[in-house]
């Protein structure tokens, strides 16, 4: 028997390493550190969604719901679905999930079969290469370009005899690329030609910048359901801040998926939150503020990031997201390094890429063997640029002055 598990060969995210190591600095310093490694906004969730979650506890509204969550939910979540993305879909292949985290873990359980792969983008969200390999799915990568965008060729010369399905996630995290629906497109095209599933992450559905988002699956608005190869998952928790309620949901393409999905949930969760779901059916009707919201962290991008790029960190504004993905190759060959010295120097904590680039080598059962980074990603970064403006604001401009030392000193200051 082996000692350690399957989960247990898996590599905790790197996020966790870095939250850690910024709070190690605010016990032994005393001061703050401003926190542009994490993606927590500084905007609050409506009140009436307290007020909502409050009331039905107090009512005695906490009795299980069904695997699927509420009907009236996801009634309204359907209706939702329609008029802001474009999606032709029913109650019935909708799933109310404790945050899109767990909708991902639990969509990834119910498409994964042994021995397949699931193609991620080659930087990915740390958690989503957690939920494949968890899944028993074998992660292969998909290349981004310059502009950290895939293209269908790129994506298309990836997949092989063993590959089950894609990953797209736009806006995306770390990169804050978006695809438009041309992309989106020519991505379809090759899930149908190959065969492909598609898992289509929309947690930053509301944050594009530049252009609109495109809900992947409203592509398949007019196919038949038997035709239709897009699950998707949204979330709460960027649109309303709502980080620590806990709501997202699962939209499954049709009946056959959806019975697989209500396996996944009546086994892992029984049911998600009563209250929360009542937070839900509230906030579906404070649309206003996730449209608010978005143009904070628009503001926040157009103030505090145009001086990265124009120091050679950035190389353009992310269209969308919370996140931006900056190269100090320029003045450190090691990103660990810089964000280390950063941390030390100025109290500013940034996020480094390499455990967004990970490269599992597995075993047959899908054991890590090895996990090491892309030698690409050395020397990236992730800021996060949706938090509090003037913290905001200080942290570029001590990340610019120490990027400005490095510079000064030959890359070792
Ligand atoms: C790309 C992406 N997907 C999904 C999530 C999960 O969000 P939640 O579980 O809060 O809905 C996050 C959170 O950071 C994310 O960055």
Redesign the pocket.
């Known amino acids: 028997m082996n000692a350690v598990s399957r989960a247990g060969t898996i590599p905790s995210s790197c996020l966790h390493e870095v939250f850690n190591a910024a709070e190690r600095r605010e016990r032994a310093t005393g001061r703050p550190v401003i926190k542009l490694h994490v ?1 927590e906004p500084y905007f609050k969730p409506p009140r009436e969604v307290a007020e909502a979650v409050a009331e039905a506890v107090r009512t005695g509204r906490t009795a299980y719901t069904s695997a699927e969550g509420m009907p009236a939910l996801r009634e309204a979540l359907a209706v939702k679905l329609e008029m802001e993305n474009g999606h032709r879909t029913s109650p019935d292949h909708i799933f109310v999930t404790p ?4 909708g ?1 873990a639990a969509l990834m359980q119910s498409l994964a079969e042994p021995g397949d792969e699931l193609l991620l983008p080659e930087l990915h ?1 740390p ?1 989503h290469l957690q939920q494949c390999l968890l899944a028993g799915f074998r992660p292969a990568f998909y290349p981004l370009g310059p502009d950290f965008r895939p293209t269908a060729e790129g994506i298309r010369a990836a997949v092989t005899p063993r590959t089950r399905a894609i990953l797209i ?1 736009s806006p ?2 770390p990169t804050g690329a978006v695809l438009d629906a041309d992309a989106l497109a020519a991505i379809l095209a090759v899930a149908r030609e190959r065969d492909l599933q598609i898992i289509s ?1 929309e ?2 559905e509301h944050f594009v910048y530049d252009g609109e988002h495109t809900s992947f699956a409203s592509l398949e608005r007019g196919l038949p359901e038997h035709e239709r190869r897009i699950s998707s ?1 949204f ?4 649109s309303l801040a709502m ?1 620590g309620y ?1 709501l ?1 949901y699962v939209v499954t393409p049709h009946r056959r998926a959806a019975d697989a999905m209500r396996v996944v949930q009546e086994a892992s969760l029984v049911s998600p939150s009563t209250p929360v779901q009542y937070a839900g059916l509230t906030a579906l009707k404070s649309r206003d503020s996730a449209v608010r919201n978005a143009a904070l962290v628009r503001a926040n991008r157009d103030r505090a990031l145009p001086a990265l790029r124009d120091a050679g960190l950035l190389a353009e504004l992310p269209q969308g997201g919370w996140y931006a993905v900056l190269d100090v190759a320029g003045v450190c060959d090691d990103a660990e390094v810089f964000v280390q010295g950063l941390l030390e120097r100025y109290d500013v904590g940034l996020a480094p890429a390499a455990g967004f680039a990970l490269r599992p080598v597995v075993s047959d059962a899908v054991r890590t063997l090895s996990a090491e980074p892309a030698p690409g990603a050395r020397t990236l970064v992730r800021l996060a640029f949706c938090g509090d403006p003037q913290e905001l604001d200080t942290g570029v401009e001590r990340l610019l002055t120490y990027t400005a030392e490095r510079q000064a000193s030959g890359g070792h200051p």
Do not use: E, M, P, V
């Open positions: 993606g945050g899109s985290c767990q991902l969200w958690i996630n995306a995290n992450d947690a930053y998952t979330s709460f928790s960027k980080t806990r997202g």
